[in-house]
């Protein structure tokens, strides 16, 4: 998630291209003052909170993986001291402080702002360490990368129960179901009661995950199989054509590697799209976060790949959120599900949907299996809590165009899951 402000003082590192970026997608606000002074009240609540209570058990592994080994030690440390050292206000000043505020930003849901939302805490606590030089490096590490996952587990289960519900209420300024928050929500459409308490909603995560009422996104095309449908309401964001089964994803472009998409063990199922297209679209804090097929199909494939948390590539530059620009180096790199679809009509070929996890907790939960025999908008699984971003894969010479401007991506303006995104040649 990007931003368009910039530190004034000097980067050691490579600035990033400065101009028209900014953070898509409305997970965290662009006011940089309003997310430093959620740091700080993060800060204070878990200094209070560390008197009175030990570490979580999530939590305290994560600190044993970082303070017993030297190296993530060592990088998480000077990244610390970088972003400091920049200017940043970051709200702590060591490892110690920030491990106790993870711990009790886990405890909390997030709250609706019209001016200054913020739906992504742990992002926004993580912003600037992610781009310092050793940050790259530290939020690569495998063994950091397995802790954080339990850790984001543990805080999905709790969002997941009924303490998590605090901001399901009707008050203003922070309640989901205010007035302000149903105007950009336009909760009419979903299966919630607003006149029920919390929405009639039994967590945090069930609210996010919130369906659409029958027929309010209705199928585009149903019986004519060249036209392709979204699989999630989600924003444009890349095209790109002749992708290539292994490349750079790390460089300036971020061209996408087909075998690192679909992970090594899974060359076959990736092969058939080499010299193919990949269209990758992301998803708003605002929108509808479950997955539908985009055809008529049977699933081939359906599997999740761990991955990383807060990575971002070094390409972007001095960017505190650089997860947004990282699109295209996320398909191969962070957690995500996979959904391979054999379409019922042989001009398309075989089909591969990636979900990927881009901020905070944004668990891919599948809910098809293999076999399994598809109609075009039929359900494939959800996301919850959390940023998120997805692709969908063509072989070669199948997709004649696309609805989005392939020249003008990415775009401001939504598309509705299950209309209308390509058509076949």
Not at 159 to 172: C, I, K, V
Not at 359 to 377: A, F, I, N, P, Y
Request: hydrophobic share 40%.
């Amino acid at each position: 998630m990007t931003s368009t402000a910039r530190a004034a003082s000097p980067s050691p590192h490579p600035p990033a291209v400065q101009g028209s970026r900014r953070r898509l997608g409305a997970w965290i606000t662009e006011n940089e003052t309003a997310i430093a002074d959620l740091r700080a009240d993060f800060v204070r609540h878990a200094r209070h909170r560390m008197m009175t209570e030990p570490l979580s058990p999530a939590v305290a592994r994560l600190r044993a993986c970082i303070f017993d080994d030297p190296v993530r030690r060592m990088d998480l440390s000077k990244a610390i001291t970088q972003a400091l050292g920049d200017g940043h206000r970051l709200g702590f000043e060591d490892i110690d402080t920030l491990i106790h505020t993870i711990d009790y930003v886990v405890t909390t849901a997030p709250a609706f702002d019209k001016k200054s939302l913020i739906v992504c805490p742990v992002n926004a606590l993580l912003d600037w360490l992610m781009c310092m030089p050793s940050g790259y490096a530290f939020f690569r590490d495998s063994d950091f990368n397995r802790c954080m996952r339990d850790v984001l587990t543990q805080w999905c289960q709790f969002l997941s129960g009924p303490e998590s519900r605090t901001f399901l209420n009707t008050r203003a300024p922070d309640g989901w179901l205010s007035a302000d928050a149903n105007a950009r929500l336009g909760l009419h459409q979903f299966e919630v009661d607003v006149s029920q308490p919390y929405g009639g909603c039994n967590s945090w995560n069930a609210f996010f995950t919130r369906r659409f009422k029958p027929d309010a996104r209705p199928v585009a095309s149903p019986d004519d199989s060249r036209v392709i449908v979204n699989a999630c309401e989600s924003t444009p964001y890349h095209v790109r054509r002749e992708v290539r089964m292994r490349d750079s994803f790390w460089i300036k472009s971020q061209p996408y590697s087909l075998i690192d998409m679909f992970g090594a063990s899974h060359k076959a199922l990736a092969a058939p799209f080499a010299d193919g297209a990949v269209y990758q679209a992301y998803l708003s804090a605002y929108d509808y976060h479950r997955w539908h097929s985009p055809v008529d199909g049977t699933v081939v494939a359906a599997y999740r790949l761990p991955g990383t948390y807060f990575s971002e590539t070094e390409s972007e530059g001095d960017d505190q959120a650089g997860l947004n620009d990282s699109q295209g180096y996320l398909t191969a790199t962070a957690t995500r599900a996979v959904v391979v679809i054999r379409a019922d009509d042989p001009a398309i070929g075989t089909l591969g949907c990636l979900f990927v996890g881009m901020g905070d907790v944004s668990s891919c939960v599948l809910q098809v299996e293999r076999g399994r025999h598809l109609g075009k908008g039929d359900a494939l699984g959800y996301f919850q809590y959390g940023g998120s971003t997805y692709c969908l894969v063509f072989e070669p010479g199948v997709v004649q165009s696309f609805t989005a401007d392939e020249d003008r991506l990415p775009h401001d303006k939504p598309v509705k899951v299950n209309a209308a995104i390509a058509m076949t040649a």
